[in-house]
């Protein structure tokens, strides 16, 4: 089992930034990846962020060369760094794992960008 909390979303002004933690517990040997899935209002929930336990990264088309993912390991933290937000980015961010058996979720923050 692993447990993950989600902190640090709020409300920003386009162009300006945010930074999101999310700590693992739990049976961290059995995570493989981590990262950062969004779901807008009436979207589909979709990829922002990966990053696999040997470091490969992996970005969704809409945020990359904005938002940076990262890790503290001796934390079990993960950390998403979002610079020039767009209106667009407004969305609920979920954290996930990926491992062997159940993948495991966030209970999601929320980031709204508007002026």
């Known amino acids: 089992q692993v447990q993950l909390v989600e902190s640090g979303g709020g409300l920003v002004q386009p162009g300006g930034s945010l930074r999101l933690s999310c700590a693992a517990s739990?049976?961290?040997?059995?995570?493989?990846?981590m990262g950062w899935h969004r779901q807008a209002r009436g979207k589909q929930r979709e990829l922002v962020a990966t990053i696999t336990r040997t470091g490969s990264t992996n970005y969704g088309d809409s945020v990359k060369g904005r938002f940076t993912i990262s890790r503290d390991s001796a934390k079990n933290t993960v950390y998403l760094q979002m610079n020039s937000l767009k209106p667009e980015d407004t969305a609920v961010y979920y954290c996930?794992?990926?491992?062997?058996?159940?993948?495991?979720w966030g209970q999601g923050t929320q980031v709204t960008v508007s002026s």
């Open positions: 996930y794992a990926r491992r062997l058996g159940p993948d495991s």
């Open positions: 739990g049976s961290i040997s059995s995570i493989s990846a």
